[in-house]
């Protein structure tokens, strides 16, 4: 499988943005999801990730009490709501399925979507 984000664009600091991730074929309420991004030069770094059935969430110290994580299982699909955005959160943003290990290391995960661009800037 190969997840699929959507919703990334540019937007200006302090602005909000909500990204998606989804698949038609793989059932994403039976993994953890996991956010990640990617900034040009920069090693892939973990935003946030949301575990399979109690839901209990994590998030980087970067966008704690910025960035909210959540799962709309009628829907199959996690979403990422974005606010007071900086642009120093500008970079590509994946999502993927956890597998095993840390919920904060990209080796953990798989399925990787082919990732969605946020950009900030005035």
């Known amino acids: 499988a190969q997840l699929v984000e959507s919703g990334g664009g540019l937007v200006q600091p302090g602005g909000s943005l909500r990204l998606s991730c989804t698949d038609s074929g793989f059932t994403l309420e039976n993994y953890p999801i996991g956010w990640f991004r990617q900034a040009p030069g920069k090693e892939r770094e973990a935003v946030s990730c949301i575990s399979s059935y109690a839901g209990s969430t994590y998030y980087a110290d970067s966008v704690k009490g910025r960035f909210t994580i959540s799962r709309d299982r009628a829907n199959n699909t996690v979403y990422l709501q974005m606010n007071s955005l900086k642009p120093e959160d500008t970079a590509v943003y994946y999502c993927?399925?956890?597998?095993?290990?840390?919920?904060?290391?990209?080796?953990?995960?798989?399925?990787w979507g082919q990732g969605t661009q946020v950009t900030v800037s005035s």
């Open positions: 993927a399925a956890h597998y095993s290990g840390s919920y904060y290391r990209a080796p953990s995960y798989g399925d």
